[in-house]
């Protein structure tokens, strides 16, 4: 299955005030391309307590651009894409966020989280955060830098694929059942840990 892993790094608590962002692309199995991005915040605000997880301080961001100088770069990598996060409710958040503080449109794609997804597939594992998660599976990065935590992602993701033997987004929601994410312009459905049920519709049979 072919996807890309995202992971953002944000300057505050704000959803929107995202200051690094990291790409990994994945085709075949392989990660053939990563990429990743210093933004400017807007406004540009830096809470000390995110300086100390990220490590980026303002003075490394201050001449960068803000996120919709880099969009037009950006958008092909999610555009139709199948997207991976890693606590996907935050980073999808993010990219809400800081599209609506832009007004720029929502890109489609589909996308899954590899918390949950974890969850799924390595119940015993006692955590599923990422440093954790990666332990267990002799994945080495370094966490919260945010080119690093998306190739830990996509390894993540792989890792499952091929213990499984799953090679699609349809044979994971079948085999975990497990509720894919959908973004796209005005519209967006969370990723689930457990699929919605379709709900039975009463019938009226005559006699």
Same mark, same amino acid.
């Given at each position: 299955?072919?996807?890309?892993?995202?992971?953002?790094?944000?300057?505050?608590?704000?959803?929107? =005030?995202?200051?690094?962002?990291?790409?990994?692309?994945?085709? %075949?199995?392989?990660?053939?391309?990563?990429?990743? @991005? *210093?933004?400017?915040?807007?406004?540009?605000? @830096? %809470?000390?307590?995110?300086?100390?997880?990220?490590?980026?301080?303002?003075?490394?961001?201050?001449?960068?651009?803000?996120?919709?100088?880099?969009?037009?770069?950006?958008?092909?990598?999610?555009?139709?894409?199948?997207?991976?996060?890693?606590?996907?409710?935050?980073?999808? +958040?993010?990219?809400?966020?800081?599209?609506?503080? @832009?007004?720029?449109?929502?890109?489609?794609?589909?996308?899954?989280?590899?918390?949950? *997804? =974890?969850?799924?597939? #390595?119940?015993?594992?006692?955590?599923?955060?990422?440093?954790? *998660?990666? !332990?267990?599976? +002799?994945?080495?990065?370094?966490? &919260?830098?945010? *080119?690093?935590?998306?190739?830990?992602?996509?390894?993540?993701?792989?890792?499952?694929? !091929?213990?499984?033997?799953?090679? =699609?987004?349809?044979?994971?929601? =079948?085999?975990?059942?497990?509720?894919?994410?959908?973004? #796209?312009?005005?519209? &967006?459905?969370?990723?689930?840990? %457990?699929?919605?049920?379709?709900?039975?519709? %009463?019938?009226?049979?005559?006699?």
């Amino acid at each position: 299955m072919d996807f890309t892993a995202i992971d953002f790094e944000t300057a505050t608590s704000g959803f929107s =005030s995202i200051c690094s962002m990291g790409i990994c692309v994945v085709e %075949n199995g392989r990660v053939v391309e990563k990429r990743d @991005f *210093l933004i400017k915040p807007e406004p540009f605000e @830096f %809470n000390r307590y995110n300086i100390m997880i990220h490590g980026i301080t303002p003075d490394m961001v201050a001449d960068k651009g803000t996120f919709d100088c880099y969009w037009e770069d950006i958008k092909p990598y999610l555009e139709n894409k199948v997207i991976a996060a890693h606590n996907a409710q935050f980073d999808i +958040g993010a990219l809400r966020a800081v599209c609506d503080n @832009f007004q720029i449109e929502y890109p489609s794609f589909s996308y899954i989280c590899t918390v949950k *997804l =974890s969850q799924k597939a #390595y119940p015993d594992f006692l955590s599923h955060k990422l440093n954790l *998660l990666c !332990d267990e599976l +002799g994945i080495s990065f370094r966490h &919260h830098v945010a *080119l690093d935590d998306a190739y830990a992602c996509a390894a993540v993701l792989q890792h499952i694929l !091929d213990d499984f033997g799953l090679d =699609s987004l349809d044979e994971i929601e =079948s085999r975990f059942e497990i509720g894919i994410g959908k973004l #796209y312009p005005g519209f &967006h459905e969370p990723c689930r840990k %457990n699929k919605k049920k379709s709900r039975k519709k %009463n019938t009226v049979v005559s006699k």
